[in-house]
């Protein structure tokens, strides 16, 4: 055989054609190329392997590039977000967006709330289809303590329990995925809270007059529906489930997706399809990943410092990561866990406490400038308390001097650049402009210089810790349009009386910054909030049009004074 032919992929027939990804699998040229194809363009991104203390991990195939595809997968199941709601509004059984219980209609079948009779969801097998007839059949109707009765957070486990359904080696599959029952069994605090709060309201009221019709019919519905399965696919959703971020309260599974490995700066980005096309997964290369290189993704907040994150990690994916940012101190020059050294009584310092082993929970903190060093826990009763005083400030709905007279007291015990002080930036910047007191017509050139400048220290933060865009897009994306905002006010301002040459450069910055939006954001075009924002920028885009138009600036000249 001539060296460059080999077999086809496909039928076995001599063939010099090869994918044009991986330069390895060799086609014939037939018809049924056009058919195999989709399978072999992801199987030709990554391997699997297993690594003693990872577990199964992706490993990249051949070179990727940012925005190559590399898998597409549907969920094996899907459902309302396994959260306690106490309060307030729930997910519809149908389609899981919110909607107020009390208010709503009844499903006919089931009687759950639901956002309307009509809802497609309602008669769909993959949503609310099935599970109807189950929920069914309890005997007695919710007269009062609806949050208790329709307890939503437990209908995911149902859900996944009907896995069953679809045959064996789905639900061979689903049992595959990891759920940690070592560290979660009997005796566990964990498994005391799944027994009471969601093993046994499905016992009790749906899954014994289940197991009474499977006995009189003589036919078993669920092959399985002991507690130890039940616990195992609480650890499951626990271990595996994505949120999915389109406008509703939905976790999915995804076997493939939910076994990459994690790191605090991924590799990759995912977006999800609506719920018609049952919120199917797109995973993408969000930075160069090299052949042999490994695929990851991020199972935590990217704007938590790295304490908090490890800890998330430990309680809820029962691993503690030890990337390159999480054993860095200053978290890639980012300071974002910095806290300010105060220094003695006698000599105040104001240099940066660090913890000197990051990936040590008993480590100390030691100031970059003195000999001070304070203890973890003094560090970590700090940071929670502050913590506590910025979620209260910021679920008041605060206004602009409640959040700066909030920022000043953080500055004293904290670097400029902590998450704590991001999160009440990022709220400010976004109040200067829109608040009453602080218009468009009615902040002072001071402080449109000064949320300018906000917005390019976060935007520094950001493209540090999260340089593929992968997890802060939409964080990015509203600094960048911010950003914008406030250079055109100022521009606007000062263009018939200031510095041209300068002016320039701010409205350049202007126009860059809608441009880079716009790249950050390519993925959430699909979600409320990427839909809302892309919105906002193009009307931005408009505006700016105009107002360079009517005044006759040409970007591309340059201004000479």
Same mark, same amino acid.
């Given at each position: 055989m001539d060296s460059t032919q080999q077999k086809c992929y496909v039928c076995g027939k001599e063939s010099s054609r090869k994918c044009s990804q991986c330069k390895e699998i060799f086609y014939c040229g037939e018809q049924h190329q056009k058919i195999d194809w989709k399978r072999h363009k +992801?199987?030709?991104? +990554?391997?699997?392997v297993t690594d003693p203390n990872m577990g199964r991990c992706l490993i990249a195939k051949r070179d990727l590039n940012p925005g190559d595809v590399i898998l597409m997968e549907a969920p094996i199941a899907f459902g309302p977000r396994p959260h306690l709601v106490e309060e307030g509004p729930v997910p519809c059984v149908g389609c899981c967006r919110l909607i107020m219980a009390e208010k709503s209609p009844r499903c006919e079948g089931c009687d759950w709330p639901v956002c309307h009779n009509?809802?497609?969801?309602?008669?769909?097998?993959?949503?609310? &289809?099935?599970?109807? +007839?189950?929920?069914?059949?309890? %005997?007695?109707?919710?007269?009062d303590g609806l949050h208790e009765y329709y307890r939503q957070d437990a209908l995911f486990a149902l859900r996944c329990l009907m896995v069953q359904r679809? &045959?064996?080696?789905?639900?061979?599959? +689903?049992? /595959?995925?990891?759920?940690?029952?070592?560290?979660?069994?009997?005796? $566990?605090?964990?498994?005391?809270?799944?027994d009471d709060r969601v093993i046994n309201y499905l016992e009790e009221n749906f899954l014994k007059p289940l197991k009474r019709l499977e006995q009189d019919s003589k036919e078993p519905i669920f092959p399985d529906m002991s507690r130890e399965t039940l616990h195992k696919i609480c650890g499951i959703?626990?271990?595996?489930?994505?949120?999915? *971020?389109?406008?509703?309260?939905?976790?999915? #599974?995804?076997?493939?997706?939910?076994?990459?490995?994690?790191?605090?700066?991924? *590799?990759?980005?995912?977006? =999800?399809?609506?719920? =018609?096309?049952?919120?199917?997964? $797109?995973?993408?290369?969000?930075?160069?990943?090299?052949?042999?290189?490994?695929?990851? %993704?991020?199972? $935590?907040?990217?704007?938590?410092g790295t304490q908090a994150r490890r800890e998330h990690l430990k309680e809820t994916k029962y691993f503690s990561c030890a990337c390159e940012r999480c054993k860095d101190p200053t978290e890639m020059g980012t300071y974002l866990s910095a806290l300010r050294c105060l220094g003695s009584e006698t000599k105040p310092c104001g240099g940066n406490q660090l913890p000197l082993n990051p990936l040590d929970d008993k480590t100390e903190w030691a100031c970059d400038k003195c000999e001070i060093k304070i203890g973890n826990i003094q560090a970590s009763y700090l940071i929670n308390q502050i913590g506590d005083d910025v979620d209260q400030v910021q679920l008041s709905n605060p206004t602009v001097r409640e959040l700066d007279n909030l920022l000043s007291k953080l500055l004293t015990f904290l670097h400029p650049n902590h998450y704590h002080c991001f999160s009440v930036k990022h709220s400010l910047v976004q109040l200067f402009g829109y608040q009453q007191g602080y218009l468009p017509n009615q902040i002072s050139d001071d402080q449109l210089k000064r949320k300018a400048k906000m917005c390019r220290d976060m935007l520094d933060i950001t493209s540090k810790i999260d340089p593929g865009n992968s997890r802060l897009c939409l964080y990015t994306g509203v600094l960048l349009h911010e950003l914008h905002l406030a250079d055109v006010i100022y521009v606007k301002r000062k263009w018939d009386i200031g510095n041209k040459k300068e002016l320039l450069e701010l409205l350049k910055e202007a126009d860059e910054s809608l441009?880079?939006?716009?790249?950050?954001?390519?993925?959430?075009?699909? $979600?409320? /909030?990427?839909?809302?924002?892309?919105? #906002?920028?193009?009307?931005?885009?408009?505006? =700016?049009?105009?107002? %360079?138009?009517? *005044?006759?600036?040409? #970007?591309?000249?340059?201004?000479?004074?």
């Open positions: +992801f199987d030709c991104a +990554f391997v699997y009509d809802c497609v969801g309602l008669k769909d097998p993959n949503k609310h &289809g099935h599970e109807c +007839f189950i929920l069914r059949l309890r %005997t007695h109707k919710a007269l679809k &045959g064996i080696k789905k639900w061979m599959q +689903f049992l /595959s995925m990891e759920s940690h029952m070592e560290k979660r069994g009997v005796g $566990t605090e964990i498994y005391k809270e799944y959703i626990d271990v595996n489930g994505l949120e999915v *971020n389109q406008g509703a309260e939905v976790m999915g #599974l995804y076997p493939i997706a939910c076994s990459m490995e994690h790191n605090c700066i991924p *590799n990759t980005i995912h977006s =999800f399809e609506d719920e =018609f096309a049952n919120y199917r997964i $797109t995973m993408r290369a969000a930075l160069p990943i090299k052949k042999g290189e490994r695929i990851t %993704t991020m199972y $935590t907040h990217s704007l938590w441009a880079k939006a716009k790249e950050v954001l390519k993925y959430e075009i699909k $979600t409320m /909030s990427g839909e809302k924002l892309h919105n #906002l920028m193009d009307s931005s885009r408009k505006e =700016f049009i105009r107002w %360079t138009q009517r *005044n006759k600036i040409d #970007l591309n000249k340059e201004i000479v004074e």
